[in-house]
C-alpha cells in the first residue's frame, strides 16, 4: 500500500505500527517522527497537487480538526482520504491508533501498541488533586491555550492537574491573560516549536508575564513554570503514540 500521511501524529503512528517502508508521502513536520527519509508533499494547510498526483498514492491519511478542506479538495480529484478525528481525550488517542491501524491491515499490532501505552498510562495516573494548571501553547505566531474538548485537558487530569480553562467546552482559544491571573494556577506549561524566535521570547519568559500583569501570580512567586520545547518525544501539541506516556512523565516530574 502506498501511503499519504499529511499530520504527524498520523506518521507517528504508522511508524510504530512497522509500515514507514509504506509512506510515500508526508509534510515536514512528520519528520522527526520518522526514521526514513520521506518525500514532502505539502504542510498541514495545503498539498502540492502535482507532487500528490506524481506519488499516485493508494490512501490520503489526513486528521479531522484541521484538515476536512483539503480532504473534500482531495476527495473531489478522485483520492482514495482517510479522515483521523481530533482526539478530545486520551481514549481518543488510543482509540485512534486502533482505527488507523484498522485502515491499514495491522490492526493486532495496532490493539497490542494501544495496550502497551494504556498500561503505561495506568502507572502513571495520579488521583490525588495536585494544583491547578494554565497551559500556553506557542504555535508559530499564534498563542493559544485549551479547553476542555481537548485531549491535552484530559491528560492532565490523568494527573492530578486541574487545567484552569476545563469549564470552559472549546477545543484551542486564544487565552485572556486577565482572566488567567484572576485564575491564579499554581502552575504554567508553555509549550513552544523548536525556532529561534521561539527560543529568543522564552529567554524572556519572566519579563513577557510580568507585561501581561502576572508577577502576583502564585504560579510566577513560586517559579512553578514548566517549558517545553516540542520534541519527538516531548510535546503537548503533539497527540501521537511517541509522547503521550513521555510528556506525562516529564510533567509529573515537574509539578
Known amino acids: 500500500?502506498?501511503?499519504?500521511?499529511?499530520?504527524?501524529?498520523?506518521?507517528?503512528?504508522?511508524?510504530?505500527?512497522?509500515?514507514?517502508?509504506?509512506?510515500?508521502?508526508?509534510?515536514?513536520?512528520c519528520l522527526k517522527y520518522l526514521k526514513l527519509k520521506h518525500r514532502v508533499v505539502g504542510g498541514c494547510l495545503e498539498v502540492d497537487s502535482p507532487k500528490l498526483s506524481n506519488l499516485k498514492p493508494d490512501i490520503?491519511?489526513?486528521?479531522?480538526?484541521?484538515?476536512?478542506?483539503?480532504?473534500?479538495?482531495?476527495?473531489?480529484?478522485?483520492?482514495?482520504?482517510?479522515?483521523?478525528?481530533?482526539?478530545?481525550?486520551?481514549?481518543?488517542?488510543?482509540?485512534?491508533?486502533?482505527?488507523?491501524?484498522?485502515?491499514?491491515?495491522?490492526?493486532?499490532?495496532?490493539?497490542?501498541?494501544?495496550?502497551?501505552?494504556?498500561?503505561?498510562?495506568?502507572?502513571?495516573?495520579?488521583?490525588?488533586?495536585?494544583?491547578?494548571?494554565?497551559?500556553?501553547?506557542?504555535?508559530?505566531?499564534?498563542?493559544?491555550?485549551?479547553?476542555?474538548?481537548?485531549?491535552?485537558?484530559?491528560?492532565?487530569?490523568?494527573?492530578?492537574?486541574?487545567?484552569?480553562?476545563?469549564?470552559?467546552?472549546?477545543?484551542?482559544?486564544k487565552p485572556n491573560f486577565n482572566h488567567v491571573k484572576i485564575r491564579n494556577p499554581h502552575l504554567i506549561v508553555v509549550n513552544y516549536e523548536p525556532y529561534p524566535k521561539h527560543r529568543e521570547r522564552i529567554s524572556n519568559i519572566l519579563e513577557i508575564f510580568k507585561e501581561r500583569g502576572w508577577e502576583d501570580m502564585e504560579a510566577i512567586k513560586r517559579r512553578k513554570v514548566i517549558l517545553i520545547e516540542e520534541s519527538s518525544t516531548v510535546n503537548l501539541a503533539h497527540h501521537g503514540p511517541s509522547t503521550i506516556t513521555s510528556t506525562l512523565r516529564y510533567l509529573l516530574s515537574r509539578s
Do not use: H
Open 1 to 29: 500500500m502506498r501511503i499519504v500521511s499529511l499530520w504527524p501524529s498520523i506518521s507517528d503512528t504508522i511508524s510504530k505500527l512497522g509500515l514507514e517502508d509504506s509512506i510515500i508521502g508526508v509534510t515536514p513536520y
Open 60 to 173: 490520503v491519511l489526513l486528521e479531522g480538526r484541521l484538515q476536512k478542506g483539503i480532504a473534500e479538495k482531495l476527495m473531489r480529484e478522485g483520492y482514495s482520504v482517510y479522515l483521523i478525528p481530533f482526539p478530545r481525550s486520551i481514549f481518543g488517542i488510543l482509540e485512534n491508533i486502533i482505527l488507523i491501524g484498522s485502515i491499514l491491515g495491522r490492526l493486532t499490532e495496532a490493539r497490542r501498541l494501544a495496550y502497551e501505552i494504556l498500561n503505561e498510562l495506568i502507572g502513571l495516573k495520579r488521583r490525588e488533586l495536585a494544583g491547578s494548571i494554565y497551559v500556553e501553547l506557542w504555535l508559530g505566531d499564534d498563542i493559544v491555550t485549551c479547553g476542555s474538548l481537548t485531549y491535552i485537558d484530559d491528560m492532565l487530569s490523568w494527573i492530578g492537574l486541574q487545567n484552569i480553562f476545563s469549564d470552559v467546552a472549546s477545543e484551542f482559544f
